[in-house]
């Protein structure tokens, strides 16, 4: 087999890369989405990098085997039509027919947070495992699910959308309209969101100077930068976090008892501080059986090239199952 | 292929039938557990009422195909050992192994709620649906998971325990020792709690009366009685109670994206007054993008007997794929 090709469209960037058959992106290039632009035209870039970066790195189009491609919202595999990207223009877009006709190749599509999952799961902190799930705390919260090597999203391919699971009924509201949603409580604007608050109630606290000297902004970080000076309405904003986090990790794990679960994000840059009592919390959560084997909790090793390599390795799988393209 | 046996192993009967490829039940016998026995004698009755059936219907054993088993808690298939089961006194119970040496049959185990799902998805609700969840509404809550035809039970079999996953962070303690399990919330005994909290705090309820005339006995049935003489306290009870179901009930629909969401248990024998209102909250909990194809929700259609025919039709599955039994 020769060489994939992983686009990662996102709504600031198109990346797009030449990944080999073990996983490894051999070149990759980068231009701006300007998702303002009518979707045809963001289309045809995609299918435009594609060529270029495969002669970037001085290899003919007969050297490639199919194309992955890997986008917000719900790319259909089946159709080959992504049937709406979230902030994008995209509205059944053809990106199977229109990138197909400009390579001349296999043009495979899944969501970005799938094909996360697949990177971790062929080259990542989960390689190897049949069963995985990767769960990525940002702006939101993404979740893909491997069974037995491959992508499962749900009979229309939309899922899994577990960061859209209620995990504190008639909470916080989410940017889905549901009320809380796990996304609201264990993603970095929940915790965010918790920062500010616990600020607002407790003016003596280390979080308010913080906050000061990055000219009012609030991240991720603050609060766990405050818990390290010993503050302590810091130390409990992050055992809240931590709680809600453990009791929404958990529930992915007694859903869906994969093997490996995968955490990354900027949040898990936290490391040992976030990893030791997030592991501790979930202990008490998950639901196992005596004698039954146990998931284990590992942190994400790929960053942002995991949705090229996904994308890629995507396409591999489906070229491997005799998936029309 | 011959006719597949069924056993459904519960703490009060052990039930087995012979079952024909179509998933029609042609005979069936019925036997105390006596749960307080060695696990030895358990499992050579379950042998015993599997070579009894058979002959109840004038086959022999050479007319049977191979034999399945549901059962609480933790079957592992693949090892053919119980490996623990909820209220029973099993503990790495070598059924495959003991019940295959009685009667010459390959041997496949599989959960309860696996099962019944299995059996909803051969000939029940979710018939011809590659892609279903049947979540039963009992004393706790049942979850099943087909994918692609197939039983999904997580990489150590243990799957999927979507009862223990938490609706109601730092909520009500369930029996599994996590707080605000969707278990606690949305089973039978979730509302029959919510029932008796709001009898005692309205003297006025309907409610009391009611309760009374069963001599004290709060049911299932008791909140939907109470709202259909007009009483408020009681419509209150069951709106929160159904309020919590399709919270529970959406994240089983984000998680897995099935085709078909069948849920069953006594509880659904209430009907429109359940299913009408539950749908309706519902349509705002789930998670579909514009365009994207939606989850139907059915009624189960199977009573008791899906126990027998989802363990026999769990067997035909496993024999289809080759699996060594």
């Known amino acids: ?55 970037a790195c001085n290899l003919n189009i007969s050297d490639i085997s199919a194309i992955g491609v890997g986008s917000p919202g719900t790319p259909d595999n089946r159709s080959g039509v992504l049937v709406y990207a979230t902030n994008l223009p995209f509205r059944m877009a053809p990106i199977r027919s229109v990138i197909g006709k400009m390579t001349g190749l296999p043009v495979y599509i899944d969501n970005d947070a799938n094909c996360a999952a697949m990177a971790e799961s062929v ?32 009979f229309n391919q939309a899922g899994s959308e577990f960061g859209h699971t209620v995990l504190v009924s008639g909470g916080v509201l989410c940017s889905c309209g549901r009320k809380g949603c796990f996304e609201s409580y264990g993603s970095a604007t929940g915790l965010i969101r918790m920062t500010g608050e616990a600020a607002a109630q407790d003016s003596s606290s280390v979080l308010n100077r913080l906050i000061k000297e990055k000219n009012g902004k609030i991240s991720a970080k603050t609060a766990f930068e405050a818990m390290r000076e010993g503050d302590r309405t810091a130390t409990d904003v ?66 942002n090239g995991a949705g090229i390599v996904g994308a890629a390795m995507m396409a591999k799988a489906c070229l491997e199952d005799g998936l029309s393209g």
Do not use: W
């Open 1 to 55: 087999m020769g060489y994939f090709i992983g686009v990662d469209l996102g709504g600031t960037n198109i990346k797009a890369g030449v990944v080999n058959p073990e996983g490894k992106t051999v070149e990759k290039l980068s231009i701006k989405t300007n998702a303002e632009r009518p979707m045809e035209d963001i289309i045809a870039d995609m299918g435009q990098i594609a060529l270029d970066v495969t002669a």
């Open 123 to 154: 080259v990542g902190a989960a390689q190897g495992i049949a069963d995985s799930v990767t769960i990525t705390l940002g702006t939101g919260i993404g979740a893909g699910i491997i069974i037995n090597h491959r992508i499962y999203s749900g």
């Open 238 to 303: 992050v055992d809240r976090y931590l709680e809600y986090l453990a009791d929404g990790l958990a529930n992915v794990v007694n859903a869906f008892m994969p093997e490996v679960l995968v955490i990354g994000g900027g949040v898990c840059n936290e490391g040992d501080a976030l990893l030791i009592p997030l592991l501790s919390k979930m202990e008490g959560k998950t639901f196992f059986g005596p004698g039954v084997r146990k998931t284990e909790v590992r942190l994400a090793k790929l960053g």
